[in-house]
Nanobody, 124 residues
Framework: QVQLVESGGGLVQAGSSLRLSCVAS????????MAWFRQAPGKEREFVAT???????TYAESVKDRFAISRDTAKNTVYLQMNNLKPEDTAIYYC??????????????????WGQGTQVTVSS
């Protein structure tokens, strides 16, 4: 059974940093692309970043230069380092996984497995 468990969310002030973690189990971590999505209140879930393997990463324009996605194969964990947080980053952040690392995928329907989400709230 595949499980993705996120942690690291919280309430911070604008300009602060947070690091989210997602531990994956029940899958071959090195064969899966990992991604972060987020859903703000009243909005659809949107792509944030994906890491097929370290060195093959893609970001949404809204977070590029502020967020960094990385993965630790030894720990089956993917991270999202978020710097210079803004109130518009407030959302539930979800970890996602899909089998295959040869191509970049940024659509929600392309991912097979999802975590339960972790809340990030940024106050102004």
């Amino acid at each position: 059974q595949v499980q993705l468990v996120e942690s690291g969310g919280g309430l911070v002030q604008a300009g602060s940093s947070l690091r989210l973690s997602c531990v994956a189990s029940g899958l071959s971590f090195s064969s899966h692309a990992m991604a972060w999505f987020r859903q703000a209140p009243g909005k659809e879930r949107e792509f944030v970043a994906t890491n097929r393997f370290n060195g093959a990463v893609t970001y949404a324009e809204s977070v590029k230069d502020r967020f960094a996605i990385s993965r630790d194969t030894a720990k089956n964990t993917v991270y999202l380092q978020m710097n210079n947080l803004k109130p518009e980053d407030t959302a539930i952040y979800y970890c996602a996984a899909r089998y295959g690392i040869l191509a970049t995928h940024t659509e929600e329907e392309d991912y097979d497995y999802w975590g339960q989400g972790t809340q990030v709230t940024v106050s102004s």
